[in-house]
């Protein structure tokens, strides 16, 4: 089975704090992706990477970034972390072909106070 | 408009009822759906993945997709107090892709005794 593993189940910083995200995948899989999930708005695609140190940005970049230096380890960023980023972030990861399912972490409820 | 309409409910049912959750889409060149359901807390799993039109079945539930119609459907048999959870479904047009997919917003399904 593939497992995804986020590092944190839940996290609270501060305003203006910079905020590392992590997540490894065990499958080898070459595509990796963050997500928000917030009540109403449905999951939205931060940044995804399809490859190591490639990058792309999703439907909501703004606020962060990402960093893939080994392909089974996809960070996310909250540069200067904000009371709007307070959310349930999930990380997924597929394998290299644009058809396959994509594999969710148990996510981490961030609370930026 | 999105691209993957989903009515977020709540749909409440009473226990051994059939369960039917619904998504539409627009773009025609979606060839490949699923399905995945997330409980309280936790990150989407996997639970249908199909290929172009046709019926899938595993256990209590069904897949159905009408490309036709541009609609897909997941039933749920028997449905158990278990299945109170949140259904979310995805598409993606395959190959050429970056594997990303495009979600709809999620049922909420609640079975109750």
């Known amino acids: 089975d593939v497992k995804v593993t986020q590092s944190s189940r839940y996290l609270v910083k501060r305003t203006g704090e910079k905020v590392f995200l992590e997540c490894v995948q065990d499958m080898d899989h070459e595509n990796m992706f963050w997500y928000r999930q917030d009540p109403g708005l449905g999951l939205r695609l931060i940044y995804f990477s399809y490859d190591v140190k490639m990058k792309e940005k999703g439907d909501i970049p703004e606020g962060y970034s990402v960093s893939r230096e080994k392909k089974e380890r996809f960070s996310l960023i909250l540069e200067s972390a904000s009371t709007n980023q307070t959310s349930m972030y999930l990380c997924a990861s597929s394998s290299w072909t644009g058809s396959q399912p994509q594999h969710f972490g148990d996510g981490t409820r961030l609370s930026i106070l | 408009q999105k691209e993957v309409e989903q009515d977020p409910g709540p749909l409440s049912v009473p226990e051994g009822a059939i369960v039917s959750l619904n998504c539409t889409y627009s773009n025609s060149a979606f060839q490949y759906f699923m399905w995945y359901r997330q409980y309280s807390r936790k990150g989407p799993e996997l639970l249908m993945y199909?290929?172009?039109?046709g019926n899938k079945e595993d256990g209590r539930f069904t897949a159905q997709v009408d490309k036709s119609s541009k609609y897909i459907s997941l039933f749920i048999r028997d449905s158990q107090p278990s299945d109170s959870a949140t259904y979310l479904c995805a598409m993606t047009q395959g190959s050429g892709n970056t594997g990303k997919l495009i979600f709809g917003q999620g049922t909420t399904l609640q079975v109750k005794p």
């Open positions: 199909t290929y172009s039109s």
